[in-house]
Structures are given as C-alpha cells and as structure tokens.
C-alpha cells in the first residue's frame, strides 16, 4: 500500500458510514468497502466507508447482496458505485468544513 493510498482510505473512514449518515444514525465502528465489479483488480481509491452492519451484516452490501442492498437504500444510479458517490459527497463536505477546498 502506497502512502497516498494509505492517507485517502485513512480520510475515506474518517467520514463515517455513507448510509448510517444518511439515515441519522451513529456508525459503530467503520470498514471500508472496496467498489469494484465482480471479482476484478480493487483499487484502494475506491472505498466507501461503511459501518459493519452496512458491510457485512443482514442488512449490509454483503449480507443482502449488490442488487438488494442498492435498491433498499436508492444508492444513485442503483448501482454499487453509487457508494462512491454518496463517499465524494461526504469527502466534498468534509473538506469545504475545513477550509481545504
């Protein structure tokens, strides 16, 4: 793991859980998801924080599967990349909040 790499998914999990954000809750505890399609190379620049219920848990990416958990939470686009949207957002905010954009 690169320095940058190592820096972004350390900022990337200081945001908090994309979806507990959402929906007005506390995160308890973060991993990072890494967005990619099906089995192919993960690039440690496209996370998304998430907490574990929301990753692993019943009603996480990997407990519902993709296609259930975007459409349970109207990821944009529906679609698993949608994470990094709602991640670019939060990273946006993030920063406008101190004065590094």
């Known amino acids: 793991m690169s320095r940058a790499s190592a ?17 007005g809750t506390q995160p308890n505890g973060i ?5 990619a399609e099906g089995s192919g190379k993960r690039s440690d620049f496209a996370v998304a924080p998430l907490c574990p219920e929301h990753h692993r848990g019943a009603s996480g990416f990997h407990g ?3 296609r259930a ?5 109207r990821l ?5 990349y949608g994470l990094l949207v ?4 939060d990273a946006a905010r993030a920063l406008l909040a101190r004065g590094a954009l």
């Open 86 to 89: 709602w991640t670019a957002e």
């Open 69 to 73: 958990f975007c459409s349970a939470y």
């Open 7 to 23: 820096a972004w998914m350390g900022f990337v999990a200081s945001l908090g859980c994309v979806v507990c954000r959402r929906a």
């Open 31 to 35: 991993e990072l998801h890494h967005v």
């Open 76 to 80: 944009p686009g529906e679609s698993e």
């Open 64 to 66: 519902q599967g993709s």
